[in-house]
Nanobody
Framework: QVQLVESGGGLVQAGGSLRLSCAASGIIFNNYDVNWYREVQAPGKQRELVATIGSSSNIHYANSVKGRFTISRDYAKNTAYLQMNSLKPEDTAVYYC???????????WGQGTQVTVSS
């Protein structure tokens, strides 16, 4: 059974840092690209892709987080991370990790973790 367990969210003041983790089990982690999305809890708001990591050299960020967020993955631990620095109130959202198979249309989602940045 595939499981993605997220952790690391919380309340932080503007300018602070948080590190989100996404621990995967039940899959061959190497065969998946990892994405971090966020979703603002407001009517009409869509889930926004924040960062993606395929192989270690294949990394992409949304313009809104470039230079502040860093995505990484630890193959030995089957875990992906999102280091978030210089946080802003507009970063407040529920953050989700997803794993996309490189060999099939499969996608798995984590349960989400709330990040709240106070001004």
């Amino acid at each position: 059974q595939v499981q993605l367990v997220e952790s690391g969210g919380g309340l932080v003041q503007a300018g602070g840092s948080l590190r989100l983790s996404c621990a995967a089990s039940g899959i061959i982690f190497n065969n998946y690209d990892v994405n971090w999305y966020r979703e603002v809890q407001a009517p009409g708001k869509q889930r926004e892709l924040v960062a993606t990591i395929g192989s270690s050299s294949n990394i992409h960020y949304a313009n809104s987080v470039k230079g502040r967020f860093t995505i990484s993955r630890d193959y030995a631990k089957n875990t992906a991370y999102l280091q978030m620095n210089s946080l802003k109130p507009e970063d407040t959202a529920v953050y989700y990790c997803s794993l996309d198979s490189r060999t099939s249309p499969l996608r798995y989602w984590g349960q989400g973790t709330q990040v709240t940045v106070s001004s």
